[in-house]
């Protein structure tokens, strides 16, 4: 069991909190410094982003951050270098995300492997396809003790939705709207009916919901339908600001209510 489903499992009645944000961003070392104040503050999980030139799901703080984190001069060996000194100071989940591109350049069995190596405990790459994941990746993945995250949209198929589970070892990634990220969540009636849809398919995963969580208001509304819910563009631009250190304790005790 690796610490991603240690954390669902004493869940209890506690509601899960995800943050989002992209590694050399605001400044090229500033990734560590960033995890550690999230877990200090009460984070429960991190999702990394390792930026890409094309962020096609990405609004506009993403894409500014991570246009600022390539300039910056990240990539992936040296964010694997960085992460290097991760488990020496962070010890809560901790997830890569970004897109295939990157990680076909750099060799996925090599990813998976650098991942392994410096505690890394699982993955998100949405545009990864299912097939290609199950067919070439899967065990890749398994030996390298890596969850493989998967999202689910609104349009997402029943049948799908059950490969998904079938194919996921810690959570699912339900995304709240099929639109970028960093749009406001609004739980109008189609979208309490697709959380509801989803909550009684009675999936084997837990369920986080992700886009447009954005306060402590967005935060609750969501994990009244799910386990936890994970926020980015919001946290994202709080780093824009020079005393960003100072303003991530009151950030995350906000959220959490």
């Not at 609104?154 to 194919?167: F, G, W």
């Not at 967005?218 to 946290?235: C, H, P, Q």
């Amino acid at each position: 069991m690796n610490r991603i489903n240690e954390l669902f499992a004493n869940k209890g009645d506690k509601r899960i909190l995800s943050i989002y944000y992209t590694a050399g961003y605001p400044t090229l070392d500033s990734t560590l410094a960033i995890a550690e104040a999230l877990e200090k503050s009460g984070a429960d999980f991190l999702e990394i982003g390792f930026p890409y030139s094309d962020p096609v799901a990405d609004g506009p703080a993403i894409q500014h951050s991570s246009e600022v984190a390539l300039r910056n001069g990240m990539t992936l060996p040296v964010l694997f270098d960085q992460l290097a000194q991760l488990r020496k100071h962070v010890h809560i989940p901790v997830l890569l995300m970004g897109y295939v591109n990157p990680v076909l350049q750099y060799g996925v069995e090599r990813f998976c492997q650098a991942c392994k190596a410096v505690g890394v405990d699982g993955v998100i790459v949405p545009d990864l396809p299912m097939y290609e994941y199950e067919d070439r990746y899967h065990d890749v993945f398994e030996a390298n003790g890596l969850s493989n995250i998967f999202l689910v949209t609104p349009q997402t198929s029943e049948e799908r939705i059950r490969k998904i589970d079938d194919l996921s070892t810690s959570f699912i990634y339900l995304l709240s709207s099929s639109a970028t990220t960093g749009k406001n969540l609004s739980v109008s009636e189609d979208t309490a009916a697709y959380f509801s849809r989803i909550r009684a398919m009675k999936l084997k995963n837990p369920i986080v919901v992700g886009f447009g969580i954005s306060s402590s208001d967005t935060f609750l509304r969501a994990t009244d339908y799910a386990d936890g819910a994970i926020v980015g563009s919001a946290f994202v631009r709080l780093l824009s600001d020079s005393d960003y250190q100072e303003k991530i304790p009151p950030f995350i005790h906000q959220l959490k209510g």
